[in-house]
């Protein structure tokens, strides 16, 4: 009995064994990778990546998940992307990605998507696919770029597929739809092709129209050629048939006793009349052909003229479109010219505003504290202004007479005949020093009064007045008690 129960003992434990390990043993599906996390048992990495068969996950220190190689089509509506010409240019396109199944890639797959859904992962790889698309167009031409797809979409995948792969996406295929610009100039690129298109087409038709009537001409001539060879030649062989068919008579006759003269005059007739024949032949022959190269050179003419004029529409053509580029080129290069010098004008004119504006504030300043020193009297502050020009109002009154030259003066002094000792010539140079404008003279013109203790001008009692007033002037200061 205790042998029985040991043995049905390791017979259960066995069982129970079979049925963990069963349990804890994980497949991966082909479409999916399978990901196992957590102790890796001195693997060096956090985790492991399974693609196909399977493999034993431990319970408490390990566990598994799942991720799907389900290919994703994302669309990435790229507009204004700047190409290398400064054109911003729209690029709509749809790429389709999966998560790699490749063991150098898998891993990245693990430690970036595990657990992330399905919109997360294509948001990640849209923004990566745009950045990387935006720096592809930019290093290309628009030439470049919508003349060869082959080599735009191959520059694509170099710059994209790497960073896919860095987050463990795959590229599989890249799909440009349609690419436009703001600038139209991909149209106008297609309407250039196009006009250079037909215009090869019209030559090409030119050239076969050309060897068409050339052939057609040829054949027409041979075939008149031949014909008049075969009638020339059933002829001669009727007459000469004729002609043996007489001979064999004049022989007939020759035997019957009818002369030889008879049977030479025969011969003679039928060897005309067979030249005869030949020479009308010969002139049929050299009608039709003078005729064909007639027609030949015809054909010749019309192609020449056809072609010439399909060259010269094509080269117009050219010359039309350089003009229009040209001209275009020219208004550009003036706008851009005269927007130059409208700034630099305005700049120029802001410039001296803002100086004139500085110069007006600086005087109104220092006028408004000139005011204030003369303790807000304007007069005085005027008077003081007046008085800083003086010397420069004396230099120019002494500068209008600097300049007088007098050769020579000659006075006969008789003496004034007034008794007071004085003679003419004293008066003269009396009269001469009046004549110039005293100091307070030049202030009265220029609307201000000086102060009397720089003298006054005037008759006695304008002098007397002045005097006056200064007295009543001063009397307050000296007592300000009165």
Same mark, same amino acid.
């Given at each position: ?130 950045? !990387? ?74 050239? !076969? ?114 003009? +229009? ?46 005011? !204030? ?32 030259? +007098? ?55 304008? !002098? ?19």
């Amino acid at each position: 009995m205790p042998y029985m129960l040991m043995v049905a003992l390791g017979i259960i434990i066995v069982f129970i064994t079979i049925v963990f390990l069963v349990n804890r043993y994980r497949k991966c599906p082909s479409d999916k990778i399978l990901v196992v996390y957590g102790f890796m048992f001195g693997e060096g990495r956090s985790s492991k990546c399974i693609h196909g068969g399977g493999t034993f996950v431990w319970p408490l220190i390990q566990d598994y998940a799942y991720m799907s190689l389900t290919p994703m089509t994302i669309n990435i509506p790229l507009t204004g992307a700047l190409s290398q010409q400064n054109i911003r240019i729209n690029v709509p396109s749809s790429f389709t990605v999966q998560i790699s199944p490749d063991e150098n890639i898998m891993g990245n797959a693990a430690d970036c998507l595990l657990n992330q859904s399905v919109d997360d992962i294509e948001d990640m790889a849209r923004n990566i696919i745009i950045g !990387q698309l935006r720096l592809t167009v930019a290093s290309l031409t628009i030439e470049e770029i919508n003349g060869d797809r082959e080599n735009f979409q191959t520059k694509i995948r170099i710059n994209v597929e790497p960073e896919l792969n860095k987050i463990g996406l795959n590229l599989i295929n890249v799909n440009i739809t349609d690419i436009t610009d703001e600038a139209d100039y991909i149209a106008s690129i297609g309407k250039k092709a196009a006009s250079e298109a037909v215009n090869k087409a019209k030559v090409d038709v030119a050239i !076969q129209d050309k060897l068409g009537s050339i052939g057609e001409s040829e054949a027409r001539k041979d075939k008149d050629i031949q014909v008049a060879n075969n009638d020339a030649s059933a002829q001669k062989g009727i007459k000469k048939a004729e002609a043996e068919k007489r001979c064999y008579v004049a022989d007939q006759e020759s035997l019957a006793i009818k002369g030889e003269n008879e049977a030479k005059q025969t011969i003679a007739l039928s060897n005309a009349e067979l030249k005869v024949i030949e020479a009308e032949a010969f002139r049929k022959a050299e009608v039709a052909k003078r005729e064909a190269e007639v027609e030949i050179q015809k054909a010749q003419y019309s192609a020449e003229k056809q072609r010439l004029n399909a060259a010269e529409v094509a080269k117009q053509e050219i010359d039309k479109q350089k003009i +229009i580029i040209e001209a275009e080129a020219a208004a550009e290069k003036a706008r851009q010219i005269a927007q130059g010098d409208a700034d630099a004008i305005l700049f120029k004119y802001k410039a001296e505003a803002e100086g004139q504006k500085a110069l007006l504030e600086a005087k109104a300043e220092g006028y408004k504290r000139l005011v !204030q020193s003369a303790g807000d009297d304007v007069n005085a502050a005027s008077t003081l202004l007046m008085i800083e020009k003086l010397q420069d109002i004396v230099t120019l009154q002494t500068e209008a007479i600097r300049n007088i030259k +007098i050769d020579k003066v000659t006075v006969w002094d008789r003496g004034n005949g007034s008794g007071d000792g004085k003679t003419s010539t004293a008066d003269f140079l009396s009269g001469m020093v009046k004549s110039l404008p005293p100091l307070h003279d030049v202030a009265k013109m220029a609307g201000l009064q000086l102060p009397t203790y720089l003298g006054s001008v005037g008759g006695k009692e304008e !002098q007397a007045a002045a005097q006056a007033a200064a007295a009543a002037t001063a009397a307050p200061k000296a007592n300000p008690k009165a």
